[in-house]
DNA sequence: GGTCGGACCAGTTTCCATAG
DNA sequence: CTATGGAAACTGGTCCGACC
């Protein structure tokens, strides 16, 4: 159902139509994806894994903006359920299968907005078999285990670990902010873990930092008059890290001027960079 | 100029009623 | 009984004005 026409401001001609769930994003944010995807098919890299942690793969050249950022973190999180064949399941050792009607439990929420969360997912991320029940995740966009190299470059990799704790530490009004980065991951640097325009640069001197005002575009704030709120909420995200508490995300600024600000992510979270020594340092960064 | 905080509006979630 | 629609409550974003 058309619930807005596009119309030709010129000849009064109706050219489209925009439905209820369509995204609207800016030319020169489609050039940059354009842009991204090339370098992307320029680039590869070796992976850095970390110590025997339990990880998901997920496709960068997704970046989830037909979901609402609440649905996307739901979803991350979800995937961390994931068994080598992308088969949904409790856990490693019952392999039991998650049901549709498990997931208000597994998720926390509610079973009406369970429900609505399936309803988004349903017909492209996560696939439903009609006789057993069982849940599938799209292997187009998730993969558990080896990839092959030549394709690695698109695929960020997240901590099971990491990922539970922070979604059941943050309480569910947060799923929005985190959800907000999640979405961004297209532009989270591989090496560096910081959000920035060029993704694949591995030299810190060229790496093109984001500013907390760039962010509040990317994510659709109007102005930028709710950055000192944004910077309490992000700060305040903790989770828990072997029994220590860590900040998701460091917002690091030079001097007052907090527009500024680069956000970098805490790669106990996601992290498909290959230098360990830089890892151990950035983790510097989120400690209390 | 920038930051902060309150008021208002819009979008989300929950709860409940109803249909199937 | 489950699935869905809608009201009410709640949360988050924008606007705007006060205060550095």
Redesign the pocket.
């Given at each position: 159902m058309g619930e807005y026409a596009i119309v030709d401001t010129e000849t009064g001609e109706e050219v489209g139509e925009i439905n209820s769930g369509d995204v609207i994003i800016s030319v020169h944010e489609r050039q940059r994806r354009v842009r991204m995807k090339k370098e992307r098919e320029e680039h590869e890299i070796n992976r850095y894994r970390g110590k025997g942690e339990r990880y998901i793969f997920v496709n960068t050249t997704f970046d989830f903006s037909d979901l609402?950022p609440?649905t996307v973190t739901k979803l991350i999180y979800l995937s961390t359920y994931a068994a080598y064949d992308n088969l949904l399941i409790l856990n490693a050792k019952s392999k039991k299968e998650i049901k549709r009607?498990d997931l208000p439990k597994i998720l926390g929420?509610?079973?009406?907005?369970?429900?609505?969360f399936w309803?988004s997912v349903k017909a492209y991320y996560i696939r439903e078999d009609e006789e057993t029940g069982k849940l599938w995740l799209n292997d187009e966009i998730f993969k558990r285990g080896k990839l092959k190299s030549k394709t690695a470059i698109d695929y960020q990799q997240f901590y099971f670990n990491g990922v539970r704790s922070l979604y059941k530490s943050a309480n569910?009004?947060?799923?929005?902010?985190l959800g907000y980065l999640f979405q961004l991951i297209p532009f989270i640097n591989r090496e560096w873990n910081v959000v920035c325009e060029n993704p694949f640069e591995a030299d810190l001197d060229n790496v093109q930092l984001v500013t907390m005002k760039d962010f509040?575009d990317y994510i659709?704030?109007?102005?930028?008059?709710?950055?000192?709120?944004?910077?309490k909420?992000y700060d305040g995200l903790e989770f828990d890290v072997n029994g220590k508490k860590q900040r998701f995300c460091a917002l690091t600024y030079t001097g007052?001027?907090?527009?500024t600000a680069r956000i970098c992510i805490n790669p106990e979270v996601f992290y498909v960079g290959s230098n360990k020594g830089r890892v151990d340092v950035l983790k510097l960064f989120f400690k209390e």
């Open positions: 609402s609440s009607s929420v509610s079973k009406r907005t369970s429900e609505r309803n569910g009004k947060n799923h929005n902010y509040c659709g704030y109007k102005d930028t008059s709710s950055i000192s709120k944004l910077k909420i007052l001027d907090s527009g």
